[in-house]
């Protein structure tokens, strides 16, 4: 089955620098990679995905980007701010139709200093 | 729209009791899965719901167990709790795509 490891475990950035967490992939015939935000006591929050036709997505302060020859894909948060603090996880699938099952990584705990 | 909604939020119960969580997905979604998340890990994918039949299934002991109901609502059912079965249970929901999550159920076996 799939398995996807995240690195490093633990990130510190100071504030308005850029982050950038990376996620590898076993599986080739994955073609759908989230990544998710958890802050304490919540559950995880999509803040943005890419489907593996696409090499890059940006949104705002964030953007994607997959490799899939090397299979990987990272997450890069530019002007980083003090409620970026938390855990971040990444996740692959086979996405068809109804059926997918994500498959996560351990997470990475990034803390912005202020 | 109120997104996922699970309950109850925390749970206390007592090894070798069984225990059932819900689970409301966002509105239009026809999709719900299941995740455990043990302190400091990744979800873990439980099983997936779609048309009220499970369709997807991770490895988790038969102990485990869900239901989907028309208006797509589900619950997951745990028998004969494990001490190990403490954890952080997640409802994701989705319509052939991202899927959204709840806030989760915290359920501390003791």
């Known amino acids: 089955g799939e398995n996807v490891e995240q690195h490093p475990s633990t990130l510190s950035v100071q504030e308005g620098d850029s982050a950038v967490i990376k996620c590898t992939y076993s599986d080739s015939a994955s073609n759908y990679f989230p990544w998710y935000k958890q802050e304490l006591g919540k559950g995880p929050q999509l803040i943005i995905d890419?489907?593996?036709?696409?090499g890059e997505k940006k949104d705002q302060r964030i953007a994607v980007t997959l490799n899939k020859t090397a299979k990987h894909f990272s997450l890069h948060i530019t002007e980083t701010q003090p409620e970026d603090s938390a855990v971040y996880f990444c996740a692959a699938s086979f996405s068809r139709g109804a059926n997918s099952k994500l498959t996560f990584g351990k997470g990475i705990t990034l803390s912005v200093r202020p | 729209d109120a997104g996922v909604t699970q309950s109850p939020t925390h749970l206390i119960k007592t090894r070798g009791q069984q225990v059932t969580l819900r689970c409301s997905p966002k509105s239009g979604h026809d999709t719900v899965s299941w995740y455990q998340q043990a302190l400091g890990q990744g979800p873990q994918f439980i099983f997936q719901?779609?048309?009220?039949?499970?369709?997807q299934r991770g490895n988790f002991p038969d102990r485990f167990s869900g239901h989907q109901f028309p208006n797509y609502s589900s619950e997951l059912n745990v028998n004969a709790l494990l001490l190990g079965d403490s954890a952080l249970y997640l409802c994701a929901s989705s319509l052939g795509g991202s899927a959204f999550f709840g806030q989760g159920t915290r359920l501390t076996v003791v």
């Open positions: 719901y779609y048309e009220e039949e499970e369709r």
């Open positions: 890419i489907r593996s036709n696409v």
